[in-house]
C-alpha cells in the first residue's frame, strides 16, 4: 500500500491542524504552509484524520492512486 499526500499550498491556511494529528509526518515551512515531512511518521489513520481536520481542506491523500481523504 503507497500512500501519496498532495498539498494545495495556495489552499493552505497554515492552522497546524495537520501537525495536531499527525506530527512526524507534517509541519510548518518558513512560509508557514504545511509540508510533508516523513510519510511514515505517523499510521495511514492519523494521516487521514489530519487530512480530513485541515480546515481549507487544503490535503489530499491518496492510497495505491486513489483518493482515501
Known sequence: M?????????????????VFWAPGVFDLDDDGIS???????APKEKI???AQGCPTQAIVVL???EKIA
Open 2 to 18: 503507497a500512500l501519496e499526500i498532495k498539498i494545495d499550498r495556495e489552499t493552505c491556511m497554515g492552522s497546524g491542524n495537520c
Open 35 to 41: 509540508v510533508v515531512v516523513e510519510i511514515d511518521a
Open 48 to 50: 487521514v484524520l489530519a
Open 63 to 65: 492510497e495505491d492512486g
